[in-house]
């Protein structure tokens, strides 16, 4: 049965949101996603909400945690190439960022993965013709909430994932300025590795 325990994913996921920073910009991340789910099928009840049909969604929601887990899986190997490197403060910086990024993306794939099994469960035992019924709208609105805000949380840690691992040009570009012709641009992406490492 452990190898079956999915709660130890989420555990790990909140930890990491406990643990990302202290910042305002932290605190109201870990605020919206756990406050997102149980809001969002309040205002589904309140105001009435019915789905006419969720077979599309099921479908839509299958093929997002097949992208989840593809990309879990791509951020995996290239963390397996990275331990194999010297170690370096760029390697310790990427090794963070790519485990912070596998962990949202295996986790956004789970809850992709059960909101899709639960919009099937629903279209089985919901007849063609006849509205779903409120209460399991909205816990389909709930989850697929909470699907919606993962995705975006997983674009962003890999945005971070790729812009703190391979500085952009125009920074890169600014530093060498800076220093004068003194540098090559390489050295330069160097120190601007080692300032956004100070500043994280």
């Known amino acids: 049965m452990s190898r079956l325990n999915v709660f130890a994913l989420i555990v790990d996921q909140f ?5 990302v920073g202290t910042g305002k910009a932290a605190v109201v991340v870990r605020i919206f996603l ?5 809001v969002s099928g309040a205002v589904s009840v309140r105001l009435g909400w019915q789905l006419n049909s969720v077979g599309e969604l099921a479908a839509a929601l299958g093929l997002l945690a097949g992208v989840f887990i593809s990309a ?16 370096s403060n760029l390697k310790q910086r990427a090794s963070r960022l790519m485990d ?7 986790t956004a794939g789970l809850v992709a993965g059960v909101d899709a099994i639960w919009v099937t ?8 013709n006849t ?19 993962y995705f975006f ?25 800076r220093a004068g012709a003194a540098i090559d641009l390489e ?4 120190r601007v590795a080692i300032r956004s490492d100070t500043h994280a």
């Open 153 to 177: 949380l997983a674009i962003r840690r890999l945005h971070i994932l790729y812009v703190d691992t391979f500085p952009p040009f125009w920074k890169v570009e600014k530093m060498a300025g």
């Open 187 to 190: 050295e330069a992406a160097r």
């Open 34 to 38: 756990v406050a997102l789910g149980p």
């Open 121 to 128: 469960i629903v279209s089985a035992a919901n007849d063609p």
């Open 15 to 19: 930890r990491f949101l406990r643990h």
């Open 100 to 106: 912070e990024s596998a962990l949202t993306l295996l």
């Open 72 to 87: 879990f899986a791509i951020v995996f190997s290239l963390r397996l190439t990275l331990a194999t490197r010297p170690s």
């Open 131 to 149: 509205p779903v019924s409120v209460w399991p709208t909205a816990v389909t609105v709930a989850m697929s909430a909470i699907v919606a805000a």
